[in-house]
């Protein structure tokens, strides 16, 4: 059964600060990661991809890969308020239908 | 560009009616995803098409579901009978050949009373 982890939350960040969401894959063999955000009532949005190992940096995004450890991180720069939303890591275990994870409910304190 | 369009946004009817869901995909894209999220299970694939052609419809909780993909840019889930289970939103993406990102559509708010 392959997996895609991610804790739940609400994990909750004052205004300004970094917030750091993780994401745990079970099948080694996976190929790209993608993260989306999706506000409630919403639709999930696309925020970043990422296919190799190390960092890859978007604005105040930064998507980070480690294929050996299985996991792969979203760290966003100077919350704002309007980052509060659910963030849904989803995987490509090399199929053609990708895993998505249940999501990590971020709260971003003014 | 215009994204995955789906029809419509939202959709109240009686159990045991007739419920058609509709999705035009982003032009030129190879693959079509059908999902439904719910707070308990989250974000469930149901079917996917690859060229039109259903590939895997093991998410397809009953044979009261049932999806076609006619042509390239429109695809319908149906459910009948619907029961109040089904209530959820229902969401259609689409992605190009490749390791490519999924693109979702607004979804359609489903409410079986």
């Known amino acids: 059964q392959k997996e895609v982890e991610q804790n739940s939350g609400p994990l909750s960040v004052p205004e300004g600060a970094i917030a750091s969401l993780n994401c745990t894959y079970s099948?080694?063999?996976?190929?790209?990661f993608f993260w989306y955000r999706q506000y409630s009532g919403k639709s999930p949005e696309l925020i970043m991809f990422?296919?190799?190992?190390g960092d890859k940096e978007d604005g105040r995004f930064t998507a980070q890969l480690n294929k050996a450890s299985q996991y792969v991180s979203l760290l966003i720069r100077d919350s704002q308020p309007s980052d509060s939303a659910t963030y849904l890591c989803?995987?490509?275990?090399?199929?053609?239908?990708?895993?998505f994870g249940t999501g990590t409910r971020l709260k971003v304190l003014a | 560009d215009a994204g995955v369009i789906q029809s419509p946004r939202h959709e109240v009817t009686e159990m045991g009616q007739e419920v058609t869901l509709r999705c035009k995909p982003i032009?030129?894209?190879?693959?079509l995803f059908w999902y439904r999220q719910t707070m308990m299970r989250g974000l469930e694939l149901l079917i996917y098409?690859?060229?039109?052609?259903?590939?895997?419809d093991s998410g397809m909780p009953e044979d009261r579901f049932s999806a076609k993909m006619p042509n390239a840019s429109f695809s319908t889930l149906k459910i009948q009978p619907s029961e109040p289970r089904d209530s959820a939103v229902y969401f259609c993406?689409?992605?190009?050949?490749?390791?490519?990102?999924?693109?979702f559509g607004d979804g359609t708010r489903l409410s079986i009373l």
């Open positions: 993406a689409s992605r190009a050949q490749g390791d490519q990102p999924q693109h």
């Open positions: 099948d080694r063999g996976s190929q790209s």
């Open positions: 990422i296919y190799s190992n």
């Open positions: 989803a995987v490509n275990p090399g199929t053609y239908k990708y895993i």
């Open positions: 032009s030129g894209h190879d693959y």
């Open positions: 098409f690859n060229n039109n052609v259903p590939i895997d």
